[in-house]
């Protein structure tokens, strides 16, 4: 594994992030280490920003991520599996620079959130763009501004969460974003905005139940 980059994304992402490791098993063979390839950055940029004990180191690894996409995409990779197969993911997929500089930006510390439109352009910068990737790798273009947000809010409370009704804003855009509808080719790249009700209910939903909801919206082919 420590020869294949990809191989490396999809190991991160199955042990750092189930919802998106299994949404992307729903999408076409080939499409999938792609997928995972974005899921691995975005579990980067949130760990950065997680392990940093100043906003300045965060600001500091940010940086250096915005760089090191800059590099793959000029076909010149920093030592780190996720450089290295974004190469190859860059290459073969029209992803603007404009989608990971947004989502690069929106993970920048802050002390707070104060209105609710704070929280929302920061769920949909982030969580936003990552879907707005993963549809275009699955040769789609979709509005997801609403499963974003209803994802990225679902069962935050406390920190910089505190004056947000987080459950709130999530409740609504997702019944937003299920009256949208999406293209089928487009559910596995914003289909972990399924698991929002199960978020509402419990910090941590059961394994087992979100793999129920993600088989649930694969037959029916909506959220």
């Keep these: 594994m420590a020869d294949d980059p990809f191989a490396a994304c999809e190991e991160s992402v199955r042990r750092h992030d189930p919802d998106r490791y299994f949404a992307a098993l729903f999408a076409p063979e080939d499409k999938r280490r792609h997928l995972f390839v974005l899921a691995a950055l975005y579990y980067e940029l949130a760990h950065a920003v997680a392990v940093a004990r100043e906003p300045m180191l965060a600001a500091i690894r940010l940086a250096w991520w915005r760089e090191t996409v800059e590099g793959a995409r000029a076909g010149k990779p920093r030592d780190h599996a996720v450089a290295k197969a974004l190469v190859e993911t860059l290459a073969s997929h029209d992803l603007p620079q ?31 763009s990552l879907m707005r990737l993963g549809a275009l ?67 941590e939903p059961l394994l087992w139940r979100k793999q129920i909801t993600y088989l649930r919206v694969a037959i029916r082919g909506r959220l």
């Design 98 to 128: 404009e989608l990971f500089d947004a989502m690069i930006e929106g993970w920048m510390p802050r002390e707070a959130f104060v209105t609710a439109a704070d929280a929302e352009d920061h769920a949909d910068a982030t969580v936003g």
């Design 137 to 203: 790798v699955l040769g789609a273009e979709v509005e997801v501004r609403d499963a974003a947000i209803a994802y990225g809010l679902a069962g935050r409370r406390g920190g910089v969460w505190n004056a947000i009704d987080c459950d709130g804003v999530a409740r609504a855009h997702f019944a937003a974003a299920r009256k949208g509808g999406v293209p089928k080719a487009a559910l596995p790249a914003l289909m972990p905005a399924s698991l929002v009700p199960l978020y509402l209910k419990r910090p």
